[in-house]
């Protein structure tokens, strides 16, 4: 059974900084592209952090994070993981985790991040 439990989520004023973590199951975790997504209140699931597969593993951006946000990953535990540093109340947003593409319906609980202005 596919399963991604997100956690790390938090309120934290604007210029903050937060750390997510991901642990998925039940995929063959080093196969996959592994991905962030955000869900604002009212709109629609977005992919905010891309990381490939593979050792020289590389990594893409929505603008919106670019250079703010980095998406890493662990192997050998099955972790993907997000540095979010200079928060802005915009990027308030319930965050998810799933392979790239996604597999549905196969989504977490997600990780609710507040960011204060």
């Known amino acids: 059974q596919v399963q991604f439990v997100e956690s790390g989520g938090g309120l934290v004023q604007a210029g903050g900084s937060l750390r997510l973590s991901c642990v998925a199951s039940?995929?063959?975790?080093?196969?996959?592209?592994m991905g962030w997504y955000r869900q604002a209140p009212g709109k629609q699931r977005e992919l905010v952090a891309h990381?490939?597969?593979?050792?020289?593993?590389?990594?893409v951006y929505a603008d919106s994070v670019k250079d703010r946000f980095t998406i890493s990953r662990d192997n050998d535990k099955n972790t993907v993981y997000l540095q979010m540093n200079s928060l802005k109340p915009e990027d308030t947003a319930v965050y998810y985790c799933n392979s790239v593409p996604s597999r549905e319906p196969n989504w977490g609980q997600g990780t609710q991040v507040t960011v204060s202005s």
């Open positions: 990381c490939t597969l593979g050792f020289l593993s590389r990594t």
């Open positions: 039940g995929i063959t975790f080093r196969y996959n592209d």
